[in-house]
């Protein structure tokens, strides 16, 4: 039986995977439309980026739900880079934005050590038998 505590940290990692294809789209919008940028091919990579970090995310989220060992550590260090983001975020004088990466983080990163998640996410899919 899957707890409560998956479906939750796989939602926030959703989440988070949905925020950055958002962001992605709208930093490629700008790209198109001709905002200036110091280096083209600097922006390009940080769309590239956002994209492949939009899509690990969601990888992430997809395989922690279903039970796989892996997806734990990427979304713990998703997870960590949330909390570094969101402190200067918000003490920077962006207070909901701050809160809104710092309180889900926080309580994704209580849930990935939660002995019924951690005993939940133990599959491990390796290949079939050999013999």
């Known amino acids: 039986m899957r707890p409560a505590g998956i479906t939750v940290i796989a939602a926030i990692v959703a989440l988070e995977a949905a925020a950055l294809l958002i962001a992605a789209g709208w930093y490629g919008s700008q790209l198109l439309t001709g905002a200036p940028v110091l280096s083209f091919w600097g922006a390009v990579f940080t769309l590239g980026l956002l994209l492949g970090s939009s899509i690990w995310l969601f990888a992430v989220a997809r395989f922690l739900f279903g039970g796989y060992r892996?997806?734990?550590?990427?979304?713990?260090?998703?997870?960590?880079?949330?909390?570094?983001?969101?402190?200067?975020?918000?003490?920077?004088g962006y207070p909901l934005a701050g809160l809104a990466m710092l309180v889900p983080a926080a309580a994704a990163i209580v849930l990935l050590f939660d002995k019924r998640v951690i005993a939940f996410a133990s599959r491990t899919g390796g290949a079939p038998p050999a013999l």
Do not use: C, E, S
Request: zero cysteines.
């Open 70 to 92: 892996w997806p734990r550590a990427g979304a713990l260090v998703a997870q960590l880079f949330a909390l570094t983001i969101g402190f200067p975020t918000l003490t920077g």
